[in-house]
């Protein structure tokens, strides 16, 4: 009810504007939702007056009073009383018992399909999720990835866009020449069949860290000759052949192609056990080396060239000039502003000694040994996905650290032409532990083998606790269901843009404002339910039953779709997860306060609300990818 009406006040409101002498835009932020308990700002309030009286020169006061006045003249919608003005606020207030009528009957009517969209014209998106890197585990910061991605694509595609979900594997590049040369050199094939992710990251952190400390020797000065000569030439025989193995890799070698394929194959088949305890799928697995080796990067790289976007380094790199101006906006087709020529660089060149001394940003697409990076293969990505998919966005589900790169690289896109499709970095906070940042080189990491275990052992020792008469098969069922909604919703419920200092103990608490929490919510709406013997039709109830709990909780009812609106607006998944558990606290707070199934009156009622609540209850959560429970 409450989605029609903020619509209508909207439509109102813009002529009220206009009918009182003033000329200003109304958009959809114009009218916001207030406490249903507010009785002096109503439940919807415009603070439009404002903006309007500094633009004038007017008391916002003034400006609202007249803007009320054409308001009520013009009339308002259904289910809206009254327009009031307190402090230079416009003020909506509802009438609850329409409001708990109409309510009520949408989720009656919608029941699953309540809060989402149905689009005439849907936008295509197809987003970047997930996207680990083969031969290493999934730690948490890719679990933070999958589940933020999983929640915001299932929001998008409720709200009635039509949503690919590509999982964007780290599959190609010169570490994978570094990996194929430490296999070779030192591998086992014993080692890698017992546990192939663990021996590939171990050979992966030995390359690392003994090329680290080769170059701090290196680095170090005060040695001999012969013992510097020593180390230049035993670090340049492992950097050296890593760089050979990747070039045999691009070229197709079969002994490199052979072993990268059975490492790429040994990685997907553990990311996909994991994936499916999850509950998270994805509609394509485009790896980087896709691109690569289906020529799109060729495409890309002779694209740039033929058009004078890029240009070649004296080293003969390949790069495009990006300068500080450019930034604002460049994911907007509406709004980039960008130059493709390269008259402006060669000028800064003129004028500095090196491409890294020039004052612009050089986007690098292919290094002076001729092989490509990841740049390239992103901006390939957006040339496959305009031909391919046809597509109106293209969303990076990226950690913020890799702000200033998604930056450079929309620019780029820009310039490349490529000027039909939405470009959207979301971003999210990066992950550490109590000890300090994770490395996978270093060896610091939390796989989500890790947390799901400790989630579930936690969770399992929890269903002991209560004491249930259970055996123990439904023990697993129950404690599994608890662990993943305990994990999900930790990761969708932290503000996004947070960074997370991740801590087991905490993670896995199933105390406090959690998923566990929403579920048990949830459990006693069903418990209720089951103990009655039947649920009277929405129509066959009277509103004016309900008292001032039961109309909170309906207002909030009511809510979910403005809610699911907020997350598509913000490419954001926690303003349901936020709202979830607000409405978990209203439904508990109405349960203590109000006696359900032997009430002296309004049983009726409250049992169509319980009903109601359940089944929002069960679409949000849906959509965070936790399960239900009919017990706890």
Same mark, same amino acid.
């Given at each position: 009810m409450l989605s029609p009406t903020r619509r209508g006040l909207l439509d109102g409101l813009r002529v009220a504007v206009t009918e009182a002498g003033y000329d200003h835009e109304v958009d959809a932020s114009t009218v916001e939702l207030e406490?249903?308990?507010?009785?002096?700002?109503?439940?919807?309030?415009?603070?439009?007056?404002?903006?309007?009286?500094?633009?004038?020169?007017?008391?916002?006061?003034?400006?609202?009073?007249?803007?009320?006045?054409?308001?009520?003249?013009?009339?308002?919608?259904?289910?809206?009383?009254?327009?009031?003005?307190?402090?230079?606020?416009?003020?909506?207030?509802?009438?609850?018992?329409?409001?708990?009528?109409? @309510?009520?009957?949408?989720?009656?009517?919608?029941?699953?399909?309540?809060?989402?969209?149905?689009?005439?014209?849907?936008?295509?998106?197809?987003?970047?999720?997930?996207?680990?890197?083969?031969?290493?585990?999934?730690?948490?910061?890719?679990?933070?990835?999958?589940?933020?991605?999983?929640?915001?694509?299932?929001?998008?595609?409720?709200?009635?866009?039509?949503? @690919?979900?590509?999982?964007?594997?780290?599959?190609?590049? @010169?570490?994978?020449?570094?990996?194929?040369?430490?296999?070779?050199?030192?591998?086992?094939?014993?080692?890698?069949?017992?546990?192939?992710?663990?021996?590939?990251?171990?050979?992966?952190?030995?390359?690392?860290?003994?090329?680290?400390?080769?170059?701090?020797?290196?680095?170090?000065?005060?040695?001999?000759?012969?013992?510097?000569?020593?180390?230049?030439?035993?670090?340049?025989?492992?950097?050296?052949d890593g760089k050979a193995w990747f070039t045999r890799l691009e070229e197709g070698d079969e002994d490199a192609v052979g072993l990268w394929e059975q490492f790429r194959e040994a990685s997907i088949e553990r990311f996909e056990a994991i994936y499916a305890e999850l509950g998270v799928d994805f509609d394509c697995w485009l790896g980087e080396s896709f691109y690569a080796r289906e020529g799109w990067t060729d495409t890309v790289v002779e694209k740039a060239l033929e058009n004078d976007v890029a240009m070649r380094g004296p080293d003969g790199s390949v790069f495009i000039p990006i300068y500080d101006d450019e930034y604002e906006g460049a994911g907007d087709p509406a709004t980039a502003d960008v130059d493709a020529s390269l008259d402006r660089a060669r000028e800064m060149l003129d004028e500095a000694d090196s491409v890294d001394d020039a004052d612009f940003d050089a986007f690098y697409i292919v290094k002076s040994d001729g092989s490509t990076v990841y740049g390239t293969r992103d901006l390939a990505t957006i040339e496959y996905r305009i031909r391919e998919f046809d597509a109106d966005q293209s969303v990076y589900v990226v950690a913020s650290e890799q702000n200033r790169y998604f930056q450079q690289l929309f620019v780029a896109a820009r310039k490349m032409g490529y000027t039909n499709v939405r470009l959207e970095h979301i971003d999210y906070g990066m992950i550490s532990l109590p000890e300090g940042s994770m490395s996978t080189r270093g060896g610091q990491i939390v796989t989500v083998r890790e947390v799901l275990d400790a989630a579930d052992e936690r969770a399992r020792d929890i269903v002991r606790e209560k004491g249930r008469n259970v055996g123990e098969d439904e023990v697993e069922t129950i404690a599994r269901k608890i662990a993943l909604a305990t994990v999900k919703y930790g990761m969708v419920g932290a503000n996004r843009g947070k960074d997370i200092t991740f801590d087991i103990d905490e993670a896995v608490s199933l105390e406090g404002d959690t998923g566990p929490y929403v579920q048990y919510a949830t459990t006693r709406a069903y418990s209720i339910l089951d103990s009655a013997e039947a649920v009277p039709a929405v129509d066959d109830i009277d509103p004016a039953a309900f008292n001032d709990t039961d109309y909170d909780l309906i207002y909030h009812l009511g809510r979910y779709p403005l809610v699911l609106a907020r997350c598509e607006e913000r490419y954001d998944a926690a303003p349901l997860a936020h709202y979830l558990?607000?409405?978990?606290?209203?439904?508990?707070?109405?349960?203590?306060?109000?006696?359900?199934?032997?009430?002296?009156?309004?049983?009726?009622?409250?049992?169509?609300?319980?009903?109601?609540?359940?089944?929002?209850?069960?679409?949000?959560?849906?959509?965070?990818?936790?399960?239900?429970?009919?017990?706890?």
């Open positions: 406490d249903f308990d507010d009785a002096e700002k109503g439940e919807f309030s415009s603070a439009l007056s404002f903006a309007i009286g500094a633009d004038v020169g007017e008391n916002p006061m003034a400006v609202a009073e007249s803007i009320a006045e054409a308001h009520r003249a013009h009339g308002l919608p259904e289910g809206v009383v009254s327009v009031t003005v307190e402090n230079g606020h416009i003020n909506y207030h509802l009438d609850p018992e329409s409001m708990a009528a109409l @309510t009520l009957s949408q989720i009656d009517h919608d029941g699953s399909d309540y809060g989402s969209t149905e689009r005439a014209d849907p936008d295509r998106i197809i987003a970047d999720v997930s996207s680990p890197n083969i031969a290493k585990p999934l730690h948490v910061g890719h679990l933070r990835n999958t589940i933020l991605s999983d929640t915001l694509m299932n929001v998008l595609e409720e709200r009635g866009h039509d949503v @690919t979900r590509d999982n964007h594997l780290g599959d190609w590049g @010169t570490q994978f020449g570094n990996l194929l040369h430490e296999y070779v050199e030192y591998g086992s094939e014993d080692a890698f069949g017992d546990d192939p992710i663990a021996h590939l990251l171990d050979l992966y952190q030995q390359f690392e860290q003994r090329d680290g400390m080769l170059e701090d020797v290196e680095e170090f000065g005060a040695l001999t000759d012969e013992f510097e000569a020593a180390i230049e030439a035993e670090r340049a025989f492992h950097v050296d558990l607000e409405l978990a606290h209203v439904f508990n707070s109405f349960y203590h306060k109000n006696r359900v199934l032997d009430a002296e009156s309004a049983a009726e009622e409250r049992l169509v609300l319980t009903q109601a609540t359940a089944q929002v209850f069960e679409n949000g959560l849906n959509l965070l990818g936790i399960e239900t429970l009919a017990e706890m």
